[in-house]
């Protein structure tokens, strides 16, 4: 016999829980799939973001943040500390007890809000009066029926053309968060997200790492001089980056990977390392999901095919996240899923692309919203650029920590802010400001004027307003 709702959900990670939980406040009879185990086989809601991605990867950046800290610069504030110490097994027990605590957050969140949850992979069984009959294959086989289906399946890491992923020696993000000891020399391919900020804590705590990435620029969707700055701090700390490589073969063996790689000359190289981490992009996890069975429509990448308002081909039947169109972010899926939800009440959901921030979590943190310089000037937009660096911010020199700088750019006519870029401390912090000043077309001179509290980091983003006008008070 079918269990009955208004709305199923698949997938638990950050664009299908929320989406979940906004459906049952506005009065849906919601259920949701999800298929992640934890170690004893139980339910761990939350997907990639929760279990091998966001939340992982910053418990273990804290606590390798903590070992920089008492290793190289306690002395500096008159602390000795004696011969320091990393457990990795320990830090890496802290990180699976903060994993857990996120899945069994998301699980009372379900009982609180009334939404049926089912452990197991859900696909598509057919189309039936009135909508459609999903299959959750999981412990105990259970047949739904939802009026209207959000497909939140997320995405997989992608990995290199005949080298898979073993999660022994060559690593995705879910090996990389499972390393069990500093390995002496850790390899890198891809200088995106996942691998700066695995690369750092791996780094932090003595491994010897090289991160070979196959463009000639680094962080080529960053603001150009923000990645200047933030490359200089990281080949400052001892984090090798190569540029324009072209990676050939990668041989594993018992003890070890080599990668053999022509650099940005064209000279052959060989890279022998113990560890290999790939990370070069994801790829929309639609695999089991049986989109055939109803005539759900994918694209060339296995991505499902939206629209604007996340509405697939099939009536009833939306997606959302990284299976969808987009940047492959947690808080883009989460403001899909409430969206969705509220365009199902006829509401008027709100997803606004040009106001969704990017952080990467190394330090210095690199953070962003809106347009680079390079794209203001392929676009031919008249503007300004105001900048303004930590090393002149009083409260950074209290912390000790004054890399990088704010930097604002707007419209010369209007004013109206067009982007903010910030590598330096507590960036991912600091660039909230900015995502609601451009929400509600600020202009620099708005910011300029807004009082910040003395001393704080965010002082730095009015006199980086200030810059904008040539008018900055403390540079």
């Known amino acids: 016999m079918s269990k009955q709702f208004d709305v199923v959900v698949i997938g638990g990670g950050p664009g299908g829980y929320i989406a979940a939980i906004r459906a049952a406040q506005l ?27 966001c939340i992982p990867s910053k418990a273990l950046l804290q606590s390798s943040e903590h070992f920089e800290h008492a290793t190289h610069h306690f002395a500096d504030h008159g602390i000795s500390t004696g ?28 009982k609180k809000n009334k939404v049926s949850f089912f452990h197991g992979r859900g696909s598509f069984v057919k189309a039936v009066d009135g909508g459609y009959e999903l299959k959750v294959a999981g412990a105990a086989e259970e047949t739904l029926v939802g009026k209207q289906v959000i497909v939140a399946t997320g995405s997989n890491a992608r990995a290199l053309p005949g080298v898979p992923f073993d999660e022994v020696n060559v690593l995705s993000n879910d090996g990389a968060l499972r390393i069990g000891a500093v390995p002496k020399k850790l390899g890198v391919i891809g200088s995106g997200v996942i691998g700066l900020e695995m690369g750092s804590v791996w780094r932090r705590l003595g491994a010897d790492v090289t991160v070979l990435e196959g463009l000639p620029t680094f962080l080529g969707a960053a603001d150009e001089q923000i990645a200047k700055e933030a490359k200089k701090a990281f080949d400052k700390q001892g984090l090798k980056i190569e540029l324009g490589v072209k ?20 000279e052959a190289q060989e890279l022998a390392v113990d560890k290999l981490i790939v990370s070069i992009g994801r790829v929309p996890n639609t695999i089991g999901l049986n989109a055939e069975a109803v005539g759900l429509q994918l694209d060339e990448r296995g ?24 940047p492959m972010l947690a808080h883009k899926a989460e403001e899909e899923g409430v969206a969705v939800a509220e365009r199902m009440a006829g509401q008027h959901g709100h997803v606004n692309f040009a106001t969704i921030p990017w952080v990467i979590y190394t330090s210095p943190e690199i953070a962003w919203v809106g347009r680079t310089e390079q794209q203001l000037k392929a676009d031919g937009v008249k503007y300004k650029a105001g900048t303004f660096p930590f090393l002149a911010n009083g409260r950074a020199r209290a912390l000790g920590d004054t890399t990088g700088m704010v930097k604002f750019l707007a419209d010369a006519t209007t004013d109206e802010i067009l982007g903010v870029h910030i590598v330096g401390p507590m960036a991912s912090e600091l660039i909230a400001e900015a995502v609601v000043a451009m929400e509600f077309k600020a202009s620099a001179e708005d910011i300029a004027r807004i009082c910040h509290a003395h001393p704080s980091l965010s002082e730095a983003t009015k006199e980086a307003a200030l810059a904008v006008d040539k008018r900055t008070l403390n540079f």
């Open 27 to 53: 009065g849906f009879q919601v259920a949701c799939i999800d298929e992640w185990k934890n170690e004893k086989g139980g339910p761990a809601p939350g997907g990639t973001c929760t279990n091998v991605g």
């Open 83 to 110: 011969t320091v110490k990393m457990d990795v097994a320990k830090m890496v027990a802290r990180k699976d007890a903060v994993v857990k605590q996120n899945n069994d957050g998301i699980l009372y969140l379900f």
């Open 247 to 266: 990676v050939g073969d990668i041989k594993v063996g018992k003890k070890g990977v080599n990668v053999a790689y022509t650099n940005a000359k064209g």
């Open 303 to 326: 991505a499902i095919v939206v629209d604007g308002d996340c509405k697939t081909n099939l009536p009833g039947v939306w997606a959302v996240g990284d299976v969808v169109r987009g």
